[in-house]
T-cell receptor, first 114, second 116 residues
Framework: DTEVTQTPKHLVMGMTNKKSLKCEQH?????MYWYKQKAKKPPELMFV???????INESVPSRFSPECPNSSLLNLHLHALQPEDSALYLC?????????????FGQGTRLTVV | AQTVTQSQPEMSVQEAETVTLSCTYD???????LFWYKQPPSRQMILVIR??????QNATENRFSVNFQKAAKSFSLKISDSQLGDTAMYFC?????????????FGRGTQLTVWP
């Protein structure tokens, strides 16, 4: 199983809503990532988890709240988002940070904030 | 600073032809991995090919091969016998080996269109 599974695939939410994005992998990877991607741009790193601990927060606004309940799961909790937060949110995993092998990406969640 | 430059925002090629996508990068580190990722309209980022910087030999994966010039910090991707399914955005990226940050540095991408 070399898949990273993200749910939902599409999400439309109002600015006052609270929602969560989910990411799951069963490859035994110990590093997991959230990226934000705008149209025709490269992914921008948001958060990195290593062994279930937050390793990097790229100065992301607090309306985005990551959570890593266990080594297979990564969540991104969303609250009070702005229309400019509309984007594709990609989850990725890799074996470990120090291993520095390739990252495997999920299909993303297309988020629209109205 | 770590940077990746893809100087071709868009390219097109006819089916069955060969196309080369350019990538240059900058880092003061000596040990790193380089990647080409493909992102079709389905949105998933798919690893196309990987090169370890300490290896002289250019990586190949079926129709995909790279020309890695470490001194020039150049890492181009050649796609032979182009297929319609190769239509996608292609991102060049690298990661520092041994870094605890796990950060991938991406270029801005090249949109490749394969015409029948």
């Amino acid at each position: 199983d070399t898949e990273v599974t993200q749910t939902p695939k599409h999400l439309v939410m109002g600015m006052t809503n609270k929602k969560s994005l989910k990411c799951e992998q069963h490859m035994g990877h110990r590093a997991m990532y959230w990226y934000k991607q705008k149209a025709k741009k490269p992914p921008e790193l948001m958060f990195v988890y290593s062994y279930e601990k937050l390793s990097i927060n790229e100065s992301v606004p607090s309306r985005f709240s990551p959570e890593c309940p266990n080594s297979s799961l990564l969540n991104l909790h969303l609250h009070a988002l702005q229309p400019e937060d509309s984007a594709l949110y990609l989850c990725a995993s890799s074996r470990a940070l120090r291993g520095n092998t390739e990252a495997f990406f999920g299909q993303g969640t297309r988020l629209t904030v109205v | 600073a770590q940077t990746v430059t893809q100087s071709q925002p868009e390219m097109s090629v006819q089916e069955a032809e060969t196309v080369t996508l350019s990538c240059t990068y900058d880092t003061s580190e000596n040990n790193y991995y380089l990647f080409w990722y493909k992102q079709p309209p389905s949105r998933q980022m798919i690893l196309v090919i990987r090169q370890e910087a300490y290896k002289q030999q250019n990586a190949t994966e079926n129709r995909f091969s790279v020309n890695f010039q470490k001194a020039a910090k150049s890492f181009s991707l050649k796609i032979s016998d182009s297929q319609l399914g190769d239509t996608a955005m292609y991102f060049c990226a690298f990661i520092i080996r041994g870094s605890t940050l796990g950060r991938l540095y991406f270029g801005r991408g090249t949109q490749l269109t394969v015409w029948p």
